[in-house]
């Protein structure tokens, strides 16, 4: 008989282990990037929304009427600016309270948009409350 091939080759045990492979370095590519991202600090930028909570109604009336709620960060603010169908209509500086009225303005405003701003006191601004038609 001498040298002879085997009667079988099995060819599908060399394609388990190389997926493996390619599975385990997919993997590590995928963890070494996320920490990677956090390590240079490019997830660590966003920006966190303040908290505070404003109310805007009418009153019998039909006047506009603008309060403070409530929120851990009202002291924070330094000033609020409202803004009816994108006009600046009066700025309100701090300090504030819950239960404050911020605006009372005479008129109807059911057709609107009303846009409450707040300037807080690390320089950022958010828009705390936005009433659209």
Do not use: W
Request: charge should be negative; hydrophobic fraction near 45%.
């Amino acid at each position: 008989m001498g040298i002879g091939i085997p009667d079988q080759i099995n060819r599908e045990d060399a394609v388990s282990e190389v997926i493996g492979v390619i599975l385990t370095v997919a993997l590590v590519v995928i963890l070494a990037a996320v920490v990677g991202a956090f390590s240079f600090g490019m997830v660590g930028n966003v920006s966190k929304n303040k908290d505070v909570a404003i109310s805007i109604r009418t009153n019998s009336t039909g006047s506009l009427l603008i309060t403070i709620v409530g929120g851990r960060d009202v002291p924070l603010l330094t000033s609020v600016h409202v803004l009816i169908n994108g006009a600046d209509m009066t700025t309100v500086t701090g300090p504030f309270r819950s239960g404050q009225q911020l605006y009372g303005l005479p008129g109807s405003y059911g057709q609107a948009n009303i846009a409450v701003v707040g300037y807080f006191a690390d320089n950022t601004t958010q828009i705390l409350i936005e009433k659209m038609p």
